[in-house]
């Protein structure tokens, strides 16, 4: 089984619709990811978490909300989404002693109508 | 603007050259991360470079990390078409600045 999995893998909306995209990991790691991933742009982080009590915005934040619901669990939500955030998302985690060497999901497509 | 660029963006090269791509960085970061991803699938890591001079090797990879100059290399030796895909460096300050990426595309 995956270590880190995304649900759902692929999602279309429509414009003003609140979206959650959610992220779940079993490597027991502390810290999670958001990133998005447009072409020609490489990912940008959206939010991280370095533990349950902690949610730092990352470089494109706005639009977007995340809660950290347990260790293992990390959901980012599209409170009313729109067009220009259509892309691929993916959750990352990391551990301090591991040198914070990322691991990625599968991601999620998202398309917003 | 602190910024993560690579070049080349875009690499066709044949196999059995040897290449190198380029990571500039302007952040204070003093490790960089490398990652390949295949077409339509996720990242992987491929290196972390913790200092100044670190040098690693995976197989026809060859990552080394110049803190002082804020470049990390990614060499390739005797490229094979199993290489192909698109690299990409990250920095390790707060934002994880992640370059553009490089796509590679290795020919017979």
């Known amino acids: 089984d995956a270590d880190v999995t995304q649900t759902p893998r692929n999602r279309i909306t429509k414009t003003g619709k609140r979206i959650m995209l959610e992220c779940s990991q079993t490597?027991?790691?502390?810290?999670m990811y958001w990133y998005r991933q447009d072409p020609g742009l490489g990912l940008r982080l959206i939010y991280y978490?370095?533990?349950?009590?902690?949610?730092n915005k990352g470089e494109i934040s706005d639009g977007y909300s995340v809660s950290r619901q347990a260790q293992a669990k990390f959901s980012l939500s599209l409170e009313s989404a729109i067009p220009n955030q259509t892309a691929l998302y993916f959750c990352?985690?990391?551990?301090?002693?591991?040198?914070?060497?990322?691991?990625f999901g599968p991601g999620t497509r998202l398309t917003v109508l | 603007e602190l910024k993560v660029e690579q070049n080349p963006l875009f690499l066709s090269m044949q196999e059995g050259k040897n290449y190198t791509i380029y990571c500039n960085y302007s952040?204070?970061?003093?490790?960089l991360y490398w990652y390949r991803q295949d077409p339509g699938k996720s990242l992987e890591s491929l290196f972390v470079l913790l200092s100044n001079g670190a040098v690693k090797q995976e197989g026809r990879l060859m990552a080394s990390l110049d803190t002082k100059a804020r470049l990390s290399t990614l060499h390739i030796t005797a490229a094979v078409h199993d290489l192909s895909a698109t690299y990409f460096c990250s920095d390790d300050t707060d934002k994880l600045i992640f370059g553009t990426g490089t796509r590679l595309q290795v020919f017979p």
């Open positions: 490597k027991g790691h502390d810290r």
């Open positions: 952040t204070t970061s003093d490790r």
């Open positions: 978490s370095f533990d349950v009590k902690d949610i």
């Open positions: 990352a985690t990391s551990d301090f002693y591991q040198a914070d060497t990322q691991y």
